[in-house]
């Protein structure tokens, strides 16, 4: 299995970008489908963004047109670019690896986004 860490989360007004990055240990990082997710108090977890080993992509409506995935697989990280943030994209985003029939995330990384 890989191990995964999120980095790049912070405050950010309205409007305004951040670009979170998760790292993975591991050499079948390759292999693996990920994902972007994330979670605010007292909802579930939501899909934000999805990249396949072959780099196909799938977003929520809701950031389609403003966040971007992406993957590297020779240095074993992938990104989301958030642009156009709104308000209602503060939450905790975590990275999830999956491979079937494993599963990782990450520890979450904070995004607060002031109106």
């Known amino acids: 299995q890989v191990q995964l860490v999120e980095s790049g989360g912070g405050f950010v007004q309205a409007g305004g970008s951040l670009r979170l990055s998760c790292a993975a240990s591991?050499?079948?990082?390759?292999?693996?489908?990920m994902g972007w997710y994330r979670q605010t108090p007292g909802k579930q977890r939501e899909l934000v963004a999805t990249?396949?080993?072959?780099?196909?992509?799938n977003y929520a409506d809701s950031v389609k047109g403003r966040f971007t995935i992406s993957r590297d697989n020779g240095k074993n990280t992938m990104d989301l670019q958030m642009n156009r943030l709104k308000p209602e994209d503060t939450a905790v985003y975590y990275c999830?690896?999956?491979?079937?029939?494993?599963?990782?995330w990450g520890q979450g990384t904070q995004v607060t986004v002031s109106s």
């Open positions: 591991g050499s079948t990082f390759s292999m693996y489908t």
């Open positions: 999830r690896a999956t491979r079937w029939p494993y599963e990782s």
């Open positions: 990249a396949t080993s072959g780099s196909t992509t």
